[in-house]
């Protein structure tokens, strides 16, 4: 019973275009998403959040857009670099029960940017 | 300034042995967390500790799985009587403080893993 779904296992984009990774949930009680990056033997790092009172949150490169009504949320990378290459991670908190540091996470989506 | 330490990196044991996994939060960190990669999986929740409590084990197995954060040394995750099943990535991260509240979750940090293999 999957509450965060990424349904694509891997993503291929070009260097210098908009990377679009995807991002669904069933817990309408989820009051807050991240996205967390990870290379290879390395531990997830954060890389942006938002509250479920947005629909929007931008930090440079990254932007995270947030559809209640679809319960989607989707991060754009732009421009993509080949140092984006890693693996994303959507995630979820909130849903009802969960103590703080309890997040839900999707199964991850492999990003390559070819130079 | 080190990040969040966990040792080993990779573990090797032979069903029915003793894994025990460790954790140093970073410097001034009092909650620690632990979650399991399994492959092809997302990470999932284990546990989640305060110096000397456990505040939420509701991700934890509930058999052969135990977990402490002793007021001295590191978060030890401890797997009893390991079967192949348990072979998975088990990735620690520790927070500041209490905050409550969804901005909260921002302030996890990971460590790098420990790849555990039972053969």
Known sequence: DQQVKQNSPSLSVQEGRISILNCDYTNSMFDYFLWYKKYPAEGPTF???ISS???KNEDGRFTVFLNKSAKHLSLHIVPSQPGDSAVYFCAASGGGGGSQGNLIFGKGTKLSVKP | NAGVMQNPRHLVRRRGQEARLRCSP???HSHVYW???LPEEGLK???YLQKENIIDESGMPKERFSAEFPKEG???LRIQQVVRGDSAAYFCA???WRTGGAGANEKL???SGTQLSVL
Request: no cysteine; net charge positive.
């Open chain 2, 109 to 111: 940090f990971f460590g």
């Open chain 1, 53 to 55: 009172i947005k629909d």
């Open chain 2, 74 to 76: 590191p978060s030890i």
């Open chain 2, 94 to 96: 520790s927070s500041p």
């Open chain 1, 47 to 49: 890389l942006i959040s």
């Open chain 2, 35 to 37: 979650y399991r990669q």
């Open chain 2, 45 to 47: 929740f284990m546990v």
């Open chain 2, 26 to 28: 970073m410097k001034g």
